[in-house]
């Protein structure tokens, strides 16, 4: 969510400050603003809804300056009308931010007192008015700036334009990801990587509590003790060519389809199929005092969370719980000496899981993470991290990161099975043949588009969709709603089969579809014995199973859909496809905004 670009340029910046905007569309927002700085004069143009609304406001009237800010919001406090878009401008300053100023009623309380007025209802506009508070009493930028960091309690990223020093950005994070950027007589900052792509691929990632002075010729980074630090610069290897769809209609479809290449580049970090062996990245690490695993993380990298912990109970014989990152810390776990706290996190820098790390770590416990940005808070602060190679998700509903993590989860899964001395050799080459097989089995999956593309009319003009499935198919069901939920704006909800007739069964008639995941396999019959059930109550059931499934099971459903016959273990990595593609044809018949839904953000930096 909320995006920052800024560029100390030497020509005009507002195109570039406008493409890095729209490298970071991805993030989710509901408006966007540029401000550069000329002669001692702020130049600003903010526009409501989408890029395309600031495009055309800057063609009516272009801004001038080779020294400028940028950002894209999503909105919290405040509606997100033009007043409240960003940049901020307060006397010689303007300013951007991503995160919540947690204590910013007080700080305005404060400033109002003094007779300070407020333009906008956001949280941003207060770090405007301290810091030109700060410079109206006479102190200079760096100055001002150092007072006032320490005042702002919660979560940012903040980057501050000054009116009489065109030569001059500061950036400052905490607990928000920020980048600086290096160029030839150009310097830049950025939210991330991508946000840079099309300006340099030499970056440094800020840490926790850095704020940093860039200038043109030099940048100077410091501490939260304000004292002067090196980070290193590292090759970003980000293109800005992953913003572009390709041949496909939306972001989410190409990433649909990437997943078994994707899938395959992150098994190869994790297999060693000749050997039969499973190996993580730091194959010394000590899991032999690992007595139970806590799994934390939000929204679609829950659900992987959840087949994860079918998993590591049936191979590696460990207690496992599982909690919402929003949930965690405030139920106050009782987190155990031997404890292993698995976070999972697409960006590594979602705010309510990076907490929660914190807050694990605090306790005692051993941290795991499994990211797909290994420059990410989380992946610094873990003890043993698990990447994934999903590469750039630029669809804000989660697809080729969701699989990719599965993958990653299973090769956990094993390595801890037989750390515990729970998986023979023959069971591990077995698991590894399997995952092995999974690339393969997915791109079969993918081979039924055009059937899934038939089917969903079926569930197009559905008010409400229901999904059922047993074990990890239950995690699955909960995955598939969500799909649904999240951009076609349809109701749906997951259950687990056998709890249909505790409660939801009095959902279901004629005109709700019931989308049963039902692969043969240990958990076929009971699952099918709870759809008959829907089925003998007028229930339009759409079966989703292989080919023996659909042949003991498919009389009577409103569509079948028929995948490969694939082993328990991967088989929701493969069933993944079906459900994101539904998803998918389902938003394209209503016409909703596939690949930025209304109200999501892609990485969500606030609690």
């Known amino acids: 969510m909320c995006g920052i670009v800024g560029i100390l340029g ?78 901020h401008i307060v006397g010689d300053v303007a300013v951007v931010h991503n995160g919540i100023i947690e204590n910013f009623k007080p700080l305005r309380d404060e400033l109002q007192a003094e007779g300070r007025k407020f333009l906008s209802q956001t949280d941003t506009e207060v770090v405007g008015h301290l810091v030109a508070r700060e410079l109206e009493s006479g102190k200079s930028p760096q100055e001002a700036v150092a007072a006032v960091l320490p005042r702002l309690h919660g979560a940012f990223a903040l980057a501050l334009l000054f009116r009489h020093d065109p030569d001059l950005l500061i950036g400052a994070r905490l607990g928000a990801p920020l980048t600086v950027g290096y160029g030839e ?30 200038r043109r010729a030099s940048v100077d980074i410091f501490d939260r003790l304000n004292r002067p630090v090196t980070r290193p610069v590292v090759q970003s290897g980000v293109s800005a060519t992953i913003t572009e769809r390709g041949n496909y209609r939306h972001f989410m479809q190409k990433e649909i389809h990437e ?48 087949v994860a912990s079918y998993w590591l109970e049936q191979f590696a014989r460990i207690p496992v719980e599982i909690d919402f990152a929003s949930e965690f810390r405030y139920r106050e776990p009782v987190l155990e000496d031997g404890g292993l706290a698995l976070f999972i996190s697409q960006s590594g820098e979602t705010a309510d899981t990076l907490a929660a790390l914190r807050h694990a770590r605090a306790e005692g416990q051993k941290i795991a993470a499994v990211v797909n940005v290994p420059t990410s808070s989380m992946a610094r602060e873990a003890d043993l991290l698990l990447p994934t190679h999903a590469g750039t998700e630029i669809g804000v509903a989660s697809t080729k990161a969701f699989t990719c993590q599965l993958a990653v989860l299973a090769a956990l899964a094993a390595n801890l099975a037989r750390v515990r001395g729970k998986l023979s050799a023959e069971a591990e080459r077995e698991i590894v043949s399997h995952l092995a097989e999974a690339p393969a089995a997915m791109n079969a999956a ?51 089969a056998g709890e249909m007739k505790h409660g939801p069964i009095a959902l279901i008639d004629e005109h709700v579809p019931v989308i049963v995941l039902a692969p043969s396999g240990p958990y076929f019959e009971k699952t099918v014995s709870n759809m008959q059930e829907v089925m003998a109550r007028g229930g339009k059931v759409i079966l989703i199973s292989d080919a023996a499934g659909v042949a003991a099971a498919g009389d009577g459903c409103l569509a079948t859909l028929e995948l490969p016959v694939v082993h328990p273990l991967i088989a929701p990595l493969v069933y993944a496809i079906p459900i994101q593609l539904l998803a998918y044809h389902v938003a394209v018949l209503k016409g909703t905004d596939v690949d930025q839904p209304r109200n999501l953000a892609k990485s969500v930096t606030v609690e």
């Open 185 to 214: 007589g150009e310097n830049y900052l950025g939210s991330d990587a991508l946000a840079l792509a099309g300006l340099t691929q030499r970056i440094a990632y800020l840490e926790e509590g850095d704020w940093v002075m860039v």
């Open 446 to 496: 993918l081979n039924h588009d055009e059937a899934v593309q038939a089917i969903a009319p079926l569930v197009a003009k559905a008010r409400d969709v229901l999904y059922l499935g047993r074990g990890p198919d239950f995690a699955m069901a909960l995955e598939g709603a969500l799909k649904l939920k999240e951009i076609s704006y349809i109701h749906a909800e997951g259950y687990a």
């Open 10 to 87: 030497a020509a005009p910046v507002a195109g570039e400050l406008l493409d890095g905007l729209k490298r970071l569309e991805y993030r989710g927002y509901d408006s966007a603003g540029i401000c550069t700085v000329v002669d001692g004069q702020f130049h600003r143009r903010r526009a409501e809804g989408k890029l395309k609304n600031l495009a055309a406001r800057l063609a009516e009237d272009p801004l001038p300056g080779t020294s400028g800010i940028a950002h894209t919001r999503w909105a919290t406090h405040g509606a997100p009308t033009e007043d409240n878009a960003h940049p």
């Open 259 to 306: 997943q078994p290449l994707v899938v395959a580049q992150t098994l190869q970090s994790y297999l060693k199929p000749l050997a039969g062996e499973v190996a993580l990245p730091i194959p010394d690490f000590d899991f032999s005092g690992v007595k139970r695993v806590q799994i934390v993380a939000c929204g679609t990298s829950y659900y992987a969370g959840m």
